[in-house]
């Protein structure tokens, strides 16, 4: 069997693609051409009307009030730039036809996130973990789902993965300036899929210093320039073109205050809604009202202070609040308050993958040599799942904010499955 699959290698992992594109390309045509609200990809909505609105020449507003306060034919930059022009260019070359877009989406992903997740995990385990991995990835259903959303997700999700498999690259090779180049490109389209990644980037580059080591010092840091300045290349335009706009400088999308100011009011209490209830109150009706016809940006910077302002009035809500966001983040129970379908997604995925993360995880860490440990994909991975979960738990938390982690630590889930697959003898250890 061992050999089987080394020699194989090849031929396994492209029909696990095929076998990830005909799902995705199923859930897309179950979606079809309908863009409504469904449980958690509700943004589809907004990305669509955004994406015909720019085909009808006007581009980044709406044509009425809309989430979170931007008025009618007002300039709005709370939504992913990138995703926008992904989303219109698709429409455009396929005549508006919401299904072909889908499609075209899922094929993309389909594709490349079992591919890249293959290349990732082959650099510091082995090709068994990595097909394992790759075929995870190719069934986890909440990926999938997300997969066929019109949201930046799908691409947010596939451009993350690839910019860690550069960035081990960037270890394995430090030599190769096209995998700087690669890293800085895909942490650019990262970023500008979501913000938020930003706040992990400098983590990710302190990473490739260390593993790099002193020897690569300055080439590596001379690298890493060359990736920030793709990234800021980036992100540049953008901020240009918010000052265009609104007069007011906006380095990216105006979200973060708006998420930070709603994430911590006082109407929670100590105990966080991923989505408020209407028993609890309106978001738009939490938003103050002497600061609510300000601009975009100047009321997402308003709502930021006022974000702030709310922990320092009671530092302890705000901790017993934020510890309340946890099971919010990492929910894998059935809910009564979730559909049938929901739930066995919730079920079929992450409450499976789980165990065999930490037990993954485990054997990871027991056979990393401690002198090394630092310089390591597992430690690299650990780091942003530490990260990433931090972020939101501080901030704002819901099921799809941990994908990223899901679709990372897969490797360590596939790891424990390739354990238990030796035990049984259907496979054989095999050198990293």
């Known amino acids: 069997m061992q050999n089987f699959v080394s020699k194989h290698s090849k031929k396994i992992l492209w029909i696990i693609i095929i076998i990830s594109v005909i799902l995705r390309v199923g859930v897309a045509v179950y979606m079809g051409s309908d863009v409504i609200q469904l449980p958690g990809i509700s943004d589809q909505l907004t990305y669509h009307t955004l994406a015909n609105r720019m085909l009808d020449g006007f581009p980044f507003s709406f044509d ?16 992913s730039y990138l995703y926008t022009y992904f989303l219109s260019f698709l429409y455009l070359i396929f005549n508006r036809d919401v299904l072909a877009a889908r499609i075209f989406q899922v094929i993309l992903a389909g594709i490349l996130q079992p591919l890249f997740l293959y290349l990732l995990a082959k650099n510091f385990t082995n090709k068994s973990i990595a097909l394992i991995a790759a075929a995870w990835v190719a069934v986890y259903a909440y990926v999938i789902y997300y997969t066929a959303a019109l949201m930046t997700e799908s691409l947010f999700l596939t451009f993350l993965i690839a910019l860690f498999y550069f ?18 490109l895909f942490s650019a389209m990262t970023v500008l899929l979501r913000q938020v990644f930003l706040l992990f980037l400098p983590f990710l580059f302190l990473w490739v210093l260390w593993a790099n080591g002193r020897l690569m010092f300055r080439r590596t840091v001379l690298g890493l320039l060359i990736s920030g300045l793709l990234i800021l290349s980036g992100i540049l335009p953008f901020t240009l073109y918010n000052y ?25 209490g100590t105990n966080f809604e991923g989505i408020l209830s209407p028993e609890t109150g309106n978001y738009l009706e939490l938003l103050p009202k002497d600061i609510i016809d300000l601009d975009e940006v100047s009321l997402d910077q308003a709502l930021l202070r006022r974000g702030f302002q709310f922990i320092l009035d009671d530092p302890g809500r705000y901790v017993l609040l934020s510890l309340s966001r946890i099971p ?27 165990p065999f993360m930490l037990v993954g995880i485990f054997f990871s860490l027991k056979e990393l040599n401690r002198k090394t440990f630092f310089q390591s994909e597992v430690f690299l991975l650990l780091l942003f799942g530490l990260v990433y979960t931090g972020i939101h738990i501080l901030s704002w938390s819901l099921i799809r904010y941990r994908l990223p982690i899901d679709i990372l630590f897969l490797i360590f889930a596939a790891t424990a499955l390739f354990k238990l697959l030796v035990r049984w003898g259907l496979l054989k250890e095999e050198q990293t």
Do not use: C, D, M
Request: proline share 7%; net charge positive; no cysteine.
């Open 244 to 268: 265009q706009r609104f007069q007011k400088f906006s380095l990216l999308n105006t979200n973060a205050g708006f998420a930070f100011y709603l994430a911590n009011h006082p109407i929670y």
């Open 64 to 79: 009425r009030p809309w989430w979170p306060a931007t008025q009618a034919n007002e300039p709005t930059a709370h939504w």
């Open 167 to 184: 960035a081990s690259e960037v270890k394995k090779q430090p030599t190769q300036w096209k995998n700087y180049i690669f890293l800085g």
């Open 328 to 354: 919010v983040l990492f929910e894998f129970w059935p809910s009564a308050e979730s559909s049938l379908i929901s739930n066995l997604t919730r079920l079929s995925s992450f409450a499976l993958a789980l």
